[in-house]
T-cell receptor
Framework: GQSLEQPSEVTAVEGAIVQINCTYQ??????LSWYQQHDGGAPTFLSY????GLEETGRFSSFLSRSDSYGYLLLQELQMKDSASYFC??????????FGKGTRLHILP | DAMVIQNPRYQVTQFGKPVTLSCSQTLNHNVMYWYQQKSSQAPKLLFH???????NEADTPDNFQSRRPNTSFCFLDIRSPGLGDAAMYLC???????????FGPGTRLTVT
């Protein structure tokens, strides 16, 4: 079967750094994406990794290790507006994008 | 601005009364998706279109149908909504082999 595992909740302090992990098991793998979703809103794309290594986009970075079927999203200089749910997602060989269950990020002042 | 539009944003229907949700896009993307998302859960893929080719998820109930009359529009029909079908319905688009999906704002369906 296909599955993506990520923690259900993470709590961090404003200004700090937080890492959200994702492990996956899918039929075919064409890249790991991360999406952010605020309450009541639609998911918005954050980042994508097709190859091993770190991709940086401003305060957000994403890492992939294909040999370990593992990736993570790193958020730096946390702001209160970063409070949201974060989903990892994998594109499989059928061109479907499969989402993990999401990690709820709580930020404390 | 190019975008994904969903109408209506909020829909209330009665138990068993058919309802149609619509999605349109100005991105000219060839792949369109319908997701169901319940509170505090991940989006669950119902089906997707690769151009005109319809791809149904194995666990999508027969109660859910879809139409894509052209590249820009896609509809989700719920033939006999049950209370368990109350959810946010998200439409998304992407280009073939693209890693990024563009989501519409969603339609929140309430079943009374």
């Amino acid at each position: 079967g296909q599955s993506l595992e990520q923690p259900s909740e993470v709590t961090a302090v404003e200004g700090a750094i937080v890492q959200i992990n994702c492990t996956y098991q899918t039929s075919g793998f064409y890249g790991l994406s991360w999406y952010q979703q605020h309450d009541g809103g639609a998911p918005t794309f954050l980042s994508y990794n097709a190859l091993d290594g770190l991709e940086e986009t401003g305060r957000f970075s994403s890492f992939l290790s294909r040999s370990d079927s593992y990736g993570y999203l790193l958020l730096q200089e946390l702001q209160m507006k970063d409070s949201a749910s974060y989903f990892c997602a994998v594109r499989d060989r059928d061109d479907k994008i499969i989402f993990g269950k999401g990690t709820r990020l709580h930020i404390l002042p | 601005d190019a975008m994904v539009i969903q109408n209506p944003r909020y829909q209330v229907t009665q138990f068993g009364k058919p309802v149609t949700l619509s999605c349109s896009q100005t991105l000219n993307h060839n792949v369109m998706y319908w997701y169901q998302q319940k509170s505090s859960q991940a989006p669950k893929l119902l089906f997707h279109y690769y151009d005109k080719d319809f791809n149904n998820e194995a666990d999508t109930p027969d109660n859910f149908q879809s139409r894509r009359p052209n590249t820009s529009f896609c509809f989700l029909d719920i033939r006999s909504p049950g209370l368990g079908d109350a959810a946010m319905y998200l439409c998304a688009t992407s280009l073939t082999s693209s890693y990024e999906q563009y989501f519409g704002p969603g339609t929140r369906l309430t079943v009374t």
